[in-house]
């Protein structure tokens, strides 16, 4: 910087001048490195070509003047190749300007269309223009041709392979522009021509512009008045601001622009000056700003002939929670600009791309709370199907995040599922606030939270997922059992926040009974009666007692082949059932609370005290009175059942002496049973029956429910 020193100054004119050295020595560099492979090579000074204003840092072309200079200077020249420094001009006085970021390509775009070139090749770093920009999306796609006005739109909306005024030269003369790659020759490029090539999409091509302010200018004494508009303009053309976007209410009360965030102040000073009396007099409001926004668009040529283009854009978004602060559409339908959180781009030029483009597979991104027993099979399941869905669903599962009660570890690309054993246990400690943070700040797409707790505080954390557009799949009962306005609540966010809140193993394990209930209510039946053994657990202990072994022993034994809950009190209180029943009438439309369900429990309240291991206790020495109700219900030739009832708006759980004609005396193992008695099915219920409990039947439930979020 010692001649800025020398110089006194840093003006737009010296930096011009300074700046150009680097092109002027490279290319005589590259000049003289040709000279033994050639006859003859001539270096040019393009500022005796390119004639320019003095507007210093971005030039603009005098093309008359240029025109003729170049054309003048290649009627006379002999040499078998020219090389000229790209990015430099002059203007009429003959001082150094440049033509902006990227003008090296222009330079040579402005040669070409003055001597009416055959082709312009640009060589870049990348092998031409593809679908959207590769550092954010990995499964792009090459444009192999593309129109000119379909280039000059993505340039301007950010893709950085060609510097957009580039295009203007030599499309006024129908000069294909190639755009290749450096460092891979042989690649075929992308071909700029008149006419773009038909293609499977109307969408050419995804571009994003970041680091943008939304200015709204508003107020009632805009409406009707003509002149604002042309105002707002002249205020930000005088300040030399360039606006990108565009978009006017049609009630006229406010109009919005979008600028480059760097402008924002210079423009809030700049309108608000320009509309002080207005401001003043409350007419309008002072200038607001809006900044941390980006702006993504869909270009294509094609698009003007196909419906639903923009339906399908923004559903795409709105799925993945992403809002829209700003919609334009050009008069010619070649572009659908939207306006938001620069946060999001990543996120929506994904969602796009997959939705617009990618015909292979939908990515799908899992963060798993519990590793226990359910959760260990879970994860083994989906490493056994994970192909299966590639082939037969287009479905890339990928678990990119992973926590158990006191760890968690994250992979944006995906868990390594032979070995996140280990690396769970090797990874550091972490909250569960922190952990649901990082679900949410990842702002993956199509992102599934999948809860194989039995945790309150995991449960808590659902409202908060769902209103960031995460999905939730729970077989964790406590939040749907818990009060019916969270419950509600719960639905509804993920109705307004297009998210899928999904829990059939909540009540019969992998059964699938809420949806074959929730088929029914949508398709018009209405639900009369309910009844239901829907314990896997206490029927395998009362199809297992008989006397001869104690209780406790048959207890202990569900416990140790995992069919009982962690605390097995839960499933001999009959609490466990009563949420069951609670979660079917709700499902079912009733408005219930855990308190308005009779329970008729079997159980001494003595053995309901103390530890696990004291429940174990107490109930060997309460032996006589199990031994009591098994000995009643078989001299009645009857079996013992653990019903729920629902009926009329009431429900009720309770030990039952179940005769030899009922559909509930062959139930074994355990199996669940489900009668569902409905306008439809008056006399003869639809009955649901299979196993009711059991990490496997769990899990499977769980991977079932992870399809559906995936597939709605």
């Not at 020759?185 to 008149?194: F, K, M, S």
């Not at 200038?287 to 993504?296: G, P, Q, S, T, V």
């Not at 668009?297 to 002939?305: I, S, T």
């Not at 629902?646 to 009922?662: E, F, M, R």
């Amino acid at each position: 910087m010692q001649w800025y020193f020398l110089l006194n100054e840093l003006s737009d004119r010296t930096k011009d001048k300074v700046v150009s050295y680097g092109e002027l020595l490279s290319s005589q560099i590259i000049t003289a490195a040709f000279k033994p492979a050639e006859n003859t090579v001539h270096w040019k000074d393009s500022r005796e070509l390119i004639c320019t204003d003095s507007n210093f840092g971005m030039a603009l072309v005098n093309f008359s003047e240029t025109n003729k200079k170049t054309q003048n200077y290649f009627s006379t020249a002999t040499a078998s190749l020219y090389i000229l420094p790209g990015f430099i001009a002059s203007d009429a006085t003959g001082i150094t300007t440049t033509l902006g970021r990227g003008g090296s390509d222009y330079t040579a775009a402005i040669i070409a269309g003055a001597i009416n070139a055959t082709v312009l090749e640009i060589w870049t770093d990348v092998s031409g223009m593809m679908t959207a920009d590769p550092r954010i999306v990995t499964n792009i796609k090459l444009i192999p041709k593309i129109s000119y006005q379909e280039a000059m739109e993505l340039s301007h909306f950010g893709a950085k392979v060609i510097y957009p005024p580039t295009i203007q030269p030599v499309m006024s003369k129908n000069i294909p522009v190639w755009i290749k790659n450096t460092f891979a020759p042989l690649d075929e490029g992308t071909v700029i021509q008149n006419e773009s090539s038909k293609s499977e999409s109307p969408i050419r091509g995804i571009s994003s512009i970041n680091k943008i302010s939304l200015l709204s200018l508003e107020g009632s004494g805009m409406v009707g008045i003509p002149g604002f508009s042309k105002r707002l303009f002249e205020a930000l053309a005088q300040v030399k601001i360039n606006v990108i976007l565009i978009t006017q209410s049609s009630s006229e009360h406010s109009i919005c622009v979008a600028i480059d965030a760097a402008n924002a102040a210079i423009a809030k000073q700049a309108v608000d000056n320009a509309f002080a009396y207005e401001i003043e007099t409350k007419k309008v409001e002072p200038l607001i700003i809006e900044d941390n926004l980006a702006i993504i668009a869909l270009v294509g040529d094609e698009m003007k002939n196909h419906t639903g283009i923009a339906g399908k854009m923004f559903s795409a978004l709105g799925k993945n929670g992403i809002n829209i602060r700003a919609i334009a559409q050009g008069s010619s339908e070649r572009n659908i600009s939207a306006v938001i959180t620069f946060d999001d781009v990543n996120k929506a030029v994904n969602v796009l791309h997959e939705s617009l483009f990618e015909t292979t597979y939908k990515q799908v991104h899992l963060f798993i709370a519990g590793a226990g027993n359910v959760g260990s099979i879970l994860i083994a399941q989906l490493k056994q199907q994970l192909d299966y869905l590639k082939t037969s669903s287009r479905l890339n599962i990928k678990i990119v995040g992973l926590a158990n009660s006191k760890q968690a570890f994250f992979n944006n690309d995906g868990i390594d599922l032979n070995n996140w054993g280990n690396e769970l246990a090797q990874a550091p400690k972490i909250s569960l606030d922190n952990y649901v943070d990082a679900v949410i700040s990842k702002n993956l797409r199509n992102t599934i939270f999948v809860d194989v707790t039995a945790s309150e505080d995991v449960a808590a954390c659902y409202q908060k997922l769902l209103q960031k557009s995460v999905s939730v799949v729970a077989c964790n009962k406590i939040a749907c059992s818990s009060s019916y306005n969270f419950y509600l609540q719960l639905k509804e966010n993920a109705r307004e926040y297009n998210a899928n809140f999904l829990f059939e193993t909540n009540v019969g394990a992998g059964l699938p009974i809420l949806s074959t209930l929730n088929d029914l209510i949508k398709s018009g039946d209405k639900i009369n009666k309910m009844q239901a053994v829907l314990s896997g657990t206490l029927n395998f202990v009362f199809n297992n007692y008989n006397g001869t072994s104690s209780f406790a022993s048959v207890v202990r034994q569900a416990q140790e082949e995992g069919y009982t809950e962690p605390d097995p009190r839960l499933d001999l209180s009959g609490k466990d059932v009563m949420r069951k029943i609670m979660i079917l009438a709700r499902e079912s439309g009733e408005k219930i609370e855990m308190q308005d369900i009779a329970n008729n429990s079997f159980m001494p309240q003595s053995c309901m005290q103390g530890s696990v291991e004291n429940f174990y206790a107490e109930m060997e020495a309460q032996e006589a009175h199990f031994k009591a109700i098994y000995d009643e219900a078989n001299a009645n030739g009857n079996k013992l059942k653990f019903v729920a009832t629902y009926q009329d708006g009431k429900a009720s759980v309770g030990l039952q002496q179940i005769d030899p004609t009922h559909d509930f005396y062959h139930l074994y193992g355990k199996d669940n049973i489900v009668l569902f008695y409905t306008n439809r099915y008056p006399q003869q219920p639809m009955v649901i029956k299979g196993a009711g409990a059991g990490a496997d039947v769990t899990a499977s439930g769980v991977f079932a429910d992870i399809i559906r979020a995936t597939n709605s």
